[in-house]
């Protein structure tokens, strides 16, 4: 990946929702302009979530997702269903395909979409194939739903313009606005960038916060000074000035804390995410809460990534080691990773989140509102070390 390339975690996401073969596959190769995926008449063609990450006109950088019919029936039927249910948790806009008069599911999935803060347009697709070119079936939803619904062909590439226009206007409030290191620092302001090269992050290459930071401070126009833990007394020295911020990565905030200026700000790479991708006063409410848990408190650890455990691995050693040590060896932690994550969270007494850079900010903020809908404390990673260390109130984040 280079400095330049959008991750997929950072687009908008676009979701097509609808029963099978209602035409979701032809309408994301009719707005991408390529064969994406598999078009059939035979319902159920479309299994797994397909993405398709492009620049679309007019947005800029999203991902478009195409689901599996909501109303696929059976055992694996149920399962394609369930990745449906999960995919829409990620989704910003969903463009959702109203087939004919009989809509009652296209109502309950567009109440729950818009219930998780999610733009909902209403699409009614192969105009071509009806005989008043849909608009019956318009009037009709428009009437049920409350929005006029969008008419498209696909095969003809009628009303794809009026449906980019709708996504655009449709757009997030925040789209866009949220920055990694938000009011923490500014054009002309000194960043030290404190990283240590362990195992997690590979010879010759950077991890992903890393890189995305490093790439928000150059475009702020910030001057960016990076060095590895054992050479930040050297790094402090080389500067003609304290630095005005300095970002560490959360293993090393005890040897950094000891060291940096009093005037300098410290904050961690997965504080930043935290608030880049998530609730940041909700994880930092979460964390003072989490010195006080029972003896015998049992922890969820939830990992983005999906990676093989590594020797030090942060989740799996460094931060379970620092839990043990500060809150005792009777502590229970229970592991998840990738998109696993218990819709019941009764059993525990804490959550505590990776910084999520594999994952987009709507998907993180559907588990932050779960947590918080069943009473939940939920922290991530470098809010909860800082917390353990002692050093949460010294620790800068952006508002």
């Not at 090269?197 to 910030?222: H, N, S, Y």
Request: aromatic share 6%; glycine share 8%; net charge negative.
């Amino acid at each position: 990946m280079s400095l330049s390339d959008t991750p997929r975690a950072n687009r908008l996401h676009i979701g097509m929702f609808g029963r099978r073969n209602s035409g979701k596959s032809s309408l994301l190769n009719a707005l991408t302009g390529q064969s994406v995926a598999t078009v059939s008449h035979v319902a159920g063609t479309t299994t797994d979530p397909v993405y398709k990450a492009m620049e679309f006109h007019g947005v800029g950088p999203v991902v478009f997702v195409d689901t599996a019919g909501f109303d696929d029936e059976g055992e694996l039927g149920t399962l394609r269903v369930d990745k449906t249910r999960d995919a829409a948790k990620a989704i910003d806009i969903a463009l959702l395909l109203f087939e004919d008069e009989d809509m009652g599911k296209e109502l309950v999935w567009m109440s729950s979409l818009q219930q998780s803060k999610t733009a909902v347009i209403p699409v009614i697709s192969r105009v071509d194939e009806r005989p008043d070119g849909g608009k019956a079936l318009a009037l009709s939803v428009r009437e049920r739903s409350g929005i006029p619904p969008v008419l498209v062909s696909s095969a003809e590439r009628r009303g794809l313009d009026d449906l980019r226009r709708e996504i655009i206007r449709s757009l997030p409030e925040d789209y866009e606005s949220e920055s990694i290191t938000g009011n923490l620092c500014a054009a002309g302001d000194l960043v030290l960038l404190v990283m240590p090269q362990d195992i997690q992050a590979p010879k010759g290459r950077l991890i992903l916060p890393q890189v995305q930071t490093m790439r928000e401070l150059l475009d702020k126009k910030c001057l960016v000074m990076s060095c590895t833990t054992d050479c930040l007394e050297e790094a402090l020295a080389a500067l003609g000035s304290h630095p005005h911020l300095i970002i560490t990565d959360s293993q090393a905030f005890r040897a950094v804390h000891g060291r940096k200026p009093e005037g300098s700000l410290l904050t961690s790479f997965s504080v930043l995410f935290a608030h880049y991708k998530g609730d940041i006063r909700y994880f930092m409410e979460s964390a003072k809460k989490l010195l006080s848990l029972p003896p015998h408190a049992r922890i969820l650890i939830a990992e983005a990534c999906t990676h093989r455990p590594l020797e030090e691995d942060i989740g799996r050693v460094k931060l379970p080691r620092l839990l043990k040590k500060r809150l005792g060896e009777d502590i229970r932690m229970e592991f998840v990773s990738g998109r696993d994550f218990p819709e019941e969270l009764s059993g525990f007494d804490m959550v505590i989140h990776c910084g999520s850079c594999m994952f987009n900010r709507r998907y993180v903020l559907n588990r932050v509102e779960q947590c918080r809908r069943q009473g939940m404390p939920m922290t991530n990673y470098g809010v909860a070390i800082a917390a353990l260390l002692g050093i949460l109130e010294d620790v800068a984040y952006p508002v």
